[in-house]
């Protein structure tokens, strides 16, 4: 085989090879797996199970307090660990948690939330929401709530995200960082989507 013959053979080794490659290698990137969420919670009384990650602390004597004319509601709570804010913006009394109201004629996230823009619908993983959000500011402190309710549980189950924080521009330059809002909300996500409703509608 002649000098010529053996470079072209060569060439279509490679021609080959690099379609064998590109076939194989996905278009799209690699999906990061969601934290390993350590604890798991069951509520016999409510029907539901949910999990959350190492160094959030529980507290099931919680109760939802800004709602008009002195309403709570009563739930469970996950706060933030102290090693998510620390260093940063974020307030330590940011939390998720699972709250409950008796069965009433509507399940929506307005039963939940005062001030908030609308409501909405949502279906993520299976599953379809109910959803309002509110913000609010004072004094150099940000508020953000979400709440994600189960319209055809009962009771009428939703979960919330509480989110507090500082102005970043209010703190002295290179004190802190900002924190991540988009690490802190997949976070949410996470546990949101372990929640399980045992025996009932979802």
């Known amino acids: 085989m002649n000098t010529k013959s053996i470079a072209s053979v060569i060439l279509?080794?490679?021609v080959i090879t690099g379609i064998v490659f590109f076939a194989r290698t996905p278009s799209t990137p690699v999906v990061v797996q969601p934290n390993h969420l350590a604890n798991l919670y069951e509520?016999?009384?409510e029907g539901?199970?949910?999990e959350y990650p190492e160094?959030?602390?529980l507290n099931e004597d919680y109760e939802y307090r800004n709602l008009s004319e002195g309403k709570t509601i009563k739930g469970v709570q996950f706060k933030i660990s102290t090693s998510v804010a620390t260093g940063t913006n974020l307030s330590y009394d940011s939390y998720v948690s699972v709250e409950h109201l008796a069965t009433s004629t509507s399940c929506t996230a307005a039963d939940f939330l005062d001030y908030r823009t609308g409501t909405t619908t949502m279906t993520d993983m299976g599953v379809t929401y109910s959803i309002a959000s509110s913000s609010d500011a004072a004094a150099g402190n940000r508020y953000e709530e979400i709440v994600y309710v189960f319209p055809q549980s009962t009771p009428c189950l939703?979960?919330?995200y509480f989110i507090h924080y500082g102005a970043y521009q209010?703190?002295?330059?290179g004190s802190i960082r900002e924190f991540d809002k988009q690490a802190l909300l997949a976070t949410f996500d996470t546990i949101r989507r372990s929640l399980v409703l045992k025996n009932k509608n979802r």
């Open 55 to 57: 160094g959030f602390i």
């Open 43 to 45: 509520n016999i009384e």
């Open 158 to 160: 939703a979960v919330r």
């Open 48 to 50: 539901f199970t949910i």
């Open 170 to 173: 209010n703190y002295p330059e």
């Open 12 to 14: 279509l080794i490679v």
